[in-house]
Structure formats: C-alpha cells, structure tokens
C-alpha cells in the first residue's frame, strides 16, 4: 500500500486543490448566508448601467496635482457625493492624474455642479449654534419674537447680522437629515446657517455664522502631532497645526483678539459662549468650530481638544486641502445604459461560449483524450477564476466590466497555451523513445520552466497595463492577471497532477490510439523495423520535404503485436543501457 | 487528419521534415523591413489613422432598439439643435444607432438626446450619452505610450536575465516591434477605428508576441545548451530545427488563443456593433497572427544571426563542416544501405 511515486503524489496535490475549492467556495457561500456576499460577481457600470464622470482635478495657479492633493481631491468628492444623497457612489483615482466618479443612474444637473465646483475652504465666526435637530413645530419662536437687527453689523462677530430670516432657518434645519446641498457657494460676505454632521461620537450640530473672515487659500500648510504638555513633555491628546501666511497671519489675529475676549468674558474654560468659536467651513459645513483660547499673533494656530490620531490627521488633510483650491474639468461623462451594456455582456458571452466550443473541438481534435484533459483543466481554471470574482466583488468591492470579460474571453487561449507546451512537450519526450511516466515527469521538468517564464511575461504585461492603465484598461487588466495566476495554479495543481495519475491508466499508459499519447502516432520508431533494417538511433536531420509520409505511417499500421513486443522490449534494453553509460562517465 | 498533423509534428521534430526558417533569414528580414516601412509610410500617406471619438474629443449618443435605422433621422435631430454641425450616425448593430457629433454643451445635449428619443420612438433610457473631452484622447495615447516603454524595458531586461543574454532579449525586442509596427500599419490600411479598447487590445499583442517568443527560445536554448561539444549541427541549424519542432505547438497556441478572439471578432461583430468587445477583439486577431509568425521569421533567425560570428561558433561550425565532408567521403566509400 505504502506505494509513493509520481501517481500519489499526483493524488495528493489534486486532493489539495479540491480542499482549496472547497474552502473557497465554503468562504463564499458563507458570506452569501451572512447576506455580504453573492454569487454573482458584481458588475461594473457599463454592465449595470449608470453615469461615469472622469474629472481631471486643476490645482489653482496650474500646477501638476500630487498624489497627495489627488487623493484629497478623492476625499473632497466622495463627501460632495454621499453629501447629495447618491448611494453606491464609488470615486476612484485613474493613473495618478484623474479622479473618476461613477454614480448609479443618471445624476441631477445639481449633483453634476456639484461634483466640479472648486473646493472652498474659509473661517467664519460663530454667532450661535443648537443642536442640530430642528425647532418642533410647537415651540419655533413666533413670529413677532424673532431677533430684528438694530444696525449695521459692526464686525464677524455682531449679533445684527441675525436676521428674522436666518433665525427662522436656523430653526428648522434639520441637520440629521440635511437637504441636498446647493451647488451654489454662499456668498462670503454674508452669514450663513448651517452644518456639522454628526460623527461617531458627537452629534450633529447646527450654527449661525458670520461672513468669511479668513480664507483657505491663506493656510501654508497643515500638520498633525501629539499635543506637548505644560512642561514640553508629550501628552497623549493629538493636536492640529496650522500655519497661515502673512495675510491669514494679520487677519486671524484680529479675528483673535476679537474672539478671544468673548471666551474671557464668558468664563475662561467654564464659559460657553458659541462666539468665541470660529469655525472652519469646507462645502458650506463646519467641520470643526474651535473656541479661541489665545490671541494668536504667529500666524501658528493649535487646534487641540478630544482628537484621536485619526480626527486629527483627517480635519489637518482637510486643512491643507483648503489650501489649495482644487476643481474639476470634466473629461468624460458617459450615461450608460443598462440595456446597452447587458446586450453586449450576452453577445459578449455568447461569443465567449462558442470560443471556448471551438477550442475544445480543436483541443479534442489534436490532444485527442489529452484533450479532455484541457477541457477539464479550463473548467478548473474557470471556477477558480470565479471564486476570485465573486470574493473580490465581495471583499474589495471589485466590478466585473465589459472588457473585463473580454479579458476573460482572450485568457481561454492564454490558458490553454500552457497545456499545449506541456503536452507538446509530453510528445517530445514520448518520440525520444521515453515510457508515457517518465515522458510525463521529464516533459513537465522542461515545460514547468517554459510556462513559468512564459506567464511571467503575461503576468508582466497584465501589471504595465494595470498600473498605466486608463479608461476601461484596467478592468481588462486585471482579469487577464488574474487568469494568468489561474493558470498557473491549474498548470501546477490539476493538469499535471492528473496526467501524472493518468499515465498509469492502461488506456494513457499503453498509449491507446485515442490517447493522443499514441507512441506509434507519434512517430517512435521501434529500433527493429523487420526485414533485417535498423533504424538509426536518431534520424539524420535533412533539409528535404518528406513527400511520402503516409507510407510510412501506413508501414507502422502494419507492424505485428509480436514486433512491436519485440520493439518495445528492445527500446527498454537501450534506454537502460544509455542510462547506465552515462553514469560510466 | 490529426493523425497527419500529428505526423507532420514527429517528422519536423526528428528534422526529416524542416522549413528553412533560419538560412533564409535575408528574405524575411526584407520581407519585414518593406511591411515596416509601409507601416509607416500608409498612415503618413492617409494623413494619420481613423481615430475614435476618444481622440477628437465630442459627444456620442447610442439608441437602442430602435424603430428605424434610418440615419437621417438621426442627422436631422442634430442639426435641428445645433445648425451647421456634421454629426455621424451609423447602424452599429441590429436596432441600435450611434450618433457622433461635435462637442456640445450640457443644454443641447439634453435637447438631442430628447430629439432622438422622438425620432426613433424609444424610452428616454433606451438613449445614452457620451461625452468625451479633446484632451482624454492625448492622455490615453500618452498613457498607452507610458505603457508600452515601461513594458517594453521591463520585459527586455527580464528576458535577458532569463536567458541570460542580451542577444534573445534583443531578437525577441525586434520580433515584437515589427508585430506592432505591421499591426498598426493594418489598422491604418483597414481604416478600422481607433479607440482605447483597440489600444488595450494593441498592448495585449505585444505580450502575446513576446510570451510566444519565450516558449519559441526555449527550446532554442534547450537544444544550443552544449553548442561546443557538437558536430552535428552549426548554430544557425540548430535554431532552425527548434523553430520546426516547436512549430506544432506554434500553430496550436496561435489556434486556441485565435479561435475565442475570432469568435468574438466575426459572431460578435454582426451583433455587437463597435464597442469594446469589436475593437479589443480586432486588435487581437490581427496581432496575433502577425505575432507568431514574427516569432518565426524575424525572431529566431535573427538570434541566429546575432551569434554566427562569435568566435567559438564559428570553431564549431567549421567543426561541423569537417565531420559532414569526412562522413560524406566516408559514405562513399563503404555504400552504407541509404535509411527508410
């Protein structure tokens, strides 16, 4: 029993792919139980249907965008568009340059504006704010009890800019369920009500503020780091730093000085009076509204207060977003029909389908059984390649596309070129007069090498074409990596493996005509060939066209059961002693 | 008959039956230099290749399921919006339209996508519309560049190393470069259009033609392994006969990987209309052919080529020369009983 060899070790690691299918398809069935998986693949846009916006972000002044300020720009759209209401809104960057946005349906002109205004980043100071549900209707303040402003605002801070209007809007916004927003900027010298979503831990808020005091474009820069304590050893709180420029520096002084004496006189650290805050809007939301402890001359303000590392790095990305007014042209905007895309999928498939026919009838025709063996090998490859999908539809949230399909579709002949080399191979050793086990294992060593190097270079291209990629490259890309990584699992874990166990089935072993292994067919010539002729050890090569070939064949045909016997028993003897010269050396 | 084909594979693997690939290299290499130039030269002469929307940068409506394929209806609808425009409508496939225009502005998109709605009697989600900036085509052309000197170096080297030398390495470089050079000069004589799913189709051939060449060069250095301790055949011979016993399996891995792109090529093309699938699958079918056989005829040669003047191949080649004039006088001599 305790038999090893070429033929259980080939069990073994066919007995191990099916465990790793096993657990594959087990992981997906269970997220499809749990309701976070299915399985289907998830479909890209242009199969689904939607609206794909790709926008090249433009940095105020023309400068090249950086990858940091990109992916900030990513950050600032995909707020804008969960802002509006769109679900299943998905914001990419493309090939470090493009931003690409692609919605569900088709947008709203509002959602569309929306998407390519300039980011706008300014400070205004808080004139009061509230939670942020609305006013029950019961107790809104009447009519004649909303605040008339007696003058002229004086400065930010000046309680007249609150109009009965503004009041009345500051009551009833509801900011646990904000309006779309208005695509429209609010005009900077005037106040505006709005704003702070809620987060994890704090509520939504909702403020009056003044007109815009200080502007984005005068922050420098922004940085985050861990606040230092009284006696400069760090404490444990993160704290945020701005650094303005020397406009920014001279007006936030002023705003200082003017804010900083509204906290005094409220009482320091116990007061609470929302004028001392001021606020940093980005879109027309507050998302931060700091009290001013100090009047700051530097121009170096610490925001500092209840951040966690993360808080703090996302509102000092922010920050430094707002430095830099980014927006958007518009360079492709693409609606797309369900119906087309899904059209093209079926015919797509259709196509696929009778491509992958055609090369199992071309498989069958020149492999013969062999050829079931590719079949077989492709359904492997095809079900791993699925699992992968679908668990990456699942896990990464990845989209098959049209030309994604298409990579499916190309990468049926990708797949099958490596059982061709190995079988070719196979063929090779079988005509050097090898038995069909050893042809197996001596065709593999050589063909393991050819695949490997092989599907580097595909894997090589798949990787070029994924990372510099554009438009609808990547989707084609990937599968074809993907498939690449298929292939060789398959190549090494199932098309070996089982031609391993085959070569010991009499049908492959004895080399039945059917085989495709067929040593006969595959010109071995018995060393005696009757009639008193040898035949030369190895066949003189001759640039000369053999015109009577099917003689020769036919010549074959017609050997004896006993003279093959006798050819076969005579190549043994000579592989043995070629063996046994070679270890004489 | 397979059996005849699987004949045709023992008798070019033994070297009794042998396409002179390597000694007529002079003729394939004019043959390959005369297809580049005129790669070059039928775009230069047609002023530049058909070039898709991606490219000139417009607007492009698709309606399907039509009532009409009738394109002035199309053509109607657009001039009504906009006087003076030329757009270009097509039957794409079965019921659809495509309608390329100008670039136009949100508003008179939405006025021509409401005219066509009326005009070929369909739902307002049976009409989509495309919008494709000037400068997209630049950066996918850009990118496409980017793409293929950065494959193009990385393959080179990694190649080299595989083979370990810069000579496979160069040979395979040139055989792919006359793939693209020729695909291209197709797709400029065909007119057929370029869009970006042609290019990513453009881009895969330059792996196809380079991951034939791997399997194609390794049997050639397989077989040159111990080129020194041989007499019976010189270098360039012993290419050759590599190039011939790896030719079966050149056909059938032209075969398989050609049989799902013409199945979508010519089933698909009828039904799909141009599109992604059409133009990827174009491509492909095209590259492919032209890349095998620049695998055979321009490739492996030319590493032949490359290496007949190294010194110690020379030694062997003349090594070679004197056994076959020795065997020859040898055979005259003795008579020996000519084989089967």
């Known amino acids: 029993m305790a038999r090893t060899g070429p033929n259980n070790s080939g069990l073994r690691v066919l007995v191990w792919l099916g465990v790793v299918l096993a657990v594959l398809t087990a992981v997906l069935a269970g997220g499809t139980l749990a309701g976070q998986a299915s399985w289907a693949p998830k479909l890209a846009l242009d199969l689904e249907g939607g609206t794909q916006m790709i926008l090249a972000p433009k940095v105020e002044g023309g400068s090249d965008i950086n990858e940091e300020q990109l992916n900030q720009a990513v950050a600032i759209i995909r707020q804008r568009v969960d802002g509006s209401g769109v679900a299943e809104a998905e914001i990419s960057t493309q090939s470090g340059r493009n931003v690409v946005v692609s919605l569900p349906g088709t947008p709203t002109k509002e959602t569309r504006d929306l998407i390519q205004a300039s980011a706008d980043m300014n400070f205004r100071p808080v004139l009061l704010n509230g939670d942020g549900a609305p006013v029950p209707t019961e107790s809104l303040t009447p009519e004649d009890q909303l605040p008339k402003p007696t003058a002229e605002p004086a400065n ?5 800019w609150i109009t009965a209007d503004i009041y009345r809007q500051f009551e009833t916004m509801d900011c646990n369920n904000p309006a779309p927003e208005s695509p429209e900027a609010s005009d900077p010298a005037k106040p505006l009500v709005t704003c702070e979503p809620a987060t994890d831990t704090t509520p939504a808020i909702k403020y009056i503020l003044g007109p815009v005091e200080v502007k984005g474009g005068n922050i420098v820069t922004s940085s985050f780091q861990l606040q230092q304590g009284a006696q400069g050893a760090v404490t444990n709180d993160w704290a ?13 002084k002023t705003v200082t000085e003017r804010l900083n004496q509204f906290y005094v006189a409220a009482g320091g650290e116990t007061g609470n009076d929302p004028k001392a805050q001021f606020a940093i809007v980005l879109d027309d939301q507050v998302i931060s509204a700091p009290r001013s402890l100090a009047v700051i001359t530097d121009g170096r303000p610490q925001i500092t207060g209840g951040f966690t590392e993360q808080t703090a790095k996302v509102l000092s990305d922010q920050l430094r977003f707002g430095a830099l007014p980014i927006s958007f042209e518009i360079q492709s905007d693409q609606q797309i029909s369900a119906t087309l895309g899904g059209e093209q999928l079926r015919m797509g498939l259709l196509a696929g389908i009778i491509g992958l026919l055609l090369v199992v009838v071309y498989s069958l025709f020149q492999y013969r059984a062999l050829g079931l063996v590719t079949i077989a090998s492709l ?20 989209r098959l596309s049209l030309a994604g399909v298409a990579g499916l579709i190309v990468a049926i002949g990708q797949t099958a070129d490596s059982f061709i080399v190995y079988f070719e191979r196979i063929r090779d050793e079988l005509r050097e007069g090898r038995g069909l086990v050893s042809a197996v294992e001596n065709g593999w060593k050589r063909a393991k090498r050819t695949v490997l190097a092989s599907k580097a270079v595909n894997l090589l291209a798949a990787l070029v074409l994924y990372f510099v990629a554009v438009g609808n490259v990547r989707g084609f890309a990937f599968t074809l990596g993907l498939t ?36 006969k067919r595959l010109g071995v010539l018995p060393l005696y060939r009757g009639a008193g002729r040898l035949r030369t050890p190895e066949a003189k090569p001759s640039v000369v066209r053999a015109k009577n070939t099917g003689a020769v064949a036919e010549a074959e045909r017609r050997m004896t059961i006993a003279e093959r016997r006798l050819a076969e028993k005579q190549e043994q003897l000579t592989s043995s002693s070629k063996s046994a010269a070679k270890e004489n050396k | 008959m397979s059996s005849s084909f699987a004949n045709f594979g023992n008798e070019l693997y033994t070297g009794k039956r042998s396409y002179n690939f390597v000694s007529a290299k002079k003729l394939w290499f004019i043959i390959a230099a005369v297809a580049v130039v005129l790669s ?3 775009p230069v002469a047609k002023g530049g290749f058909n070039l898709g929307i991606e490219f000139r940068g417009g607007s492009e409506f698709t309606v399907s399921n039509v009532q009409s394929t009738d394109s002035a209806l199309g053509e109607k609808v657009v001039e009504d919006v906009v006087a003076g425009s030329v757009p270009r409508v097509a039957n794409v496939a079965g019921t659809t339209m495509r309608i390329q225009t100008d670039k136009l502005t949100d508003d008179e998109t939405l006025r021509i996508k409401e005219g066509l709605t009326s005009a070929y009697g369909v739902t307002n989600n049976e009409v989509t519309s495309t919008f494709i900036g000037p400068t997209w085509g630049a950066d996918v052309t850009k990118q496409a560049l980017i793409g293929l000197i950065v494959f193009v170096a990385l393959a080179a080297v990694l190649m080299a190393l595989y083979f370990r030398t810069w ?14 050079f020729i695909t291209a000069g197709v797709y400029a004589l065909s007119d057929f259009e370029v869009t970006p799913s042609a290019i990513i189709g453009f881009l895969t051939v330059l792996s196809y033609s380079l991951y034939d060449t791997v399997v194609v060069f390794d049997k050639i250095r397989e077989n040159t392994a111990d080129m020194d301790a041989s007499t019976r055949r010189t270098f360039g011979e012993e290419v050759n006969l590599a190039v011939n016993q790896t030719l079966v399996r050149s056909i059938n891995t032209m075969m398989v990987a050609i049989l799902p792109v013409g199945a979508i090529l ?5 039904l799909l209309g141009a599109g992604t699938l059409r133009d990827l699958s174009l491509a492909l079918f095209v590259g492919i052919l032209i890349g095998t056989a620049a695998t055979i005829f321009i490739a492996a040669p030319m590493y032949a080529w490359l290496r007949q003047n190294e010194p110690e191949l020379v030694k062997q080649a003349k090594r070679v020369e004197h056994r076959r004039s020795a065997n020859n006088s040898r055979t005259e001599e003795s008579a020996e009983p000519a084989g089967a």
Not at chain 1, 492 to 515: C, D, I, N, Y
Not at chain 2, 266 to 270: E, L
């Open chain 2, 40 to 42: 070059i030269l039928i």
């Open chain 2, 266 to 270: 010519f089933i698909g093309a009828g």
């Open chain 1, 484 to 519: 690449a990584i298929a292939d060789l699992i398959v190549v090494f874990m199932f098309t070996h493996p089982t031609l391993q166990v085959l070569a010991r089935t009499k049908f492959f072993g004895e080399g039945h005509r059917l085989s495709g292994l067929d040593p």
């Open chain 2, 167 to 180: 000579k496979m390495s160069l040979s395979a470089m040139a055989g792919m470069l006359v793939t693209m």
């Open chain 1, 240 to 252: 945020v730093n701005i650094q303005f420029d020397d406009e920014g520096t001279a007006k936030f």
């Open chain 1, 379 to 398: 359904v492997v490859a095809g079900a791993l390649t699925y699992l992968a999908i679908a668990l990456l539809g699942w896990t990464e949230n990845y």
């Open chain 1, 156 to 160: 930010g801070s000046d309680i007249n």
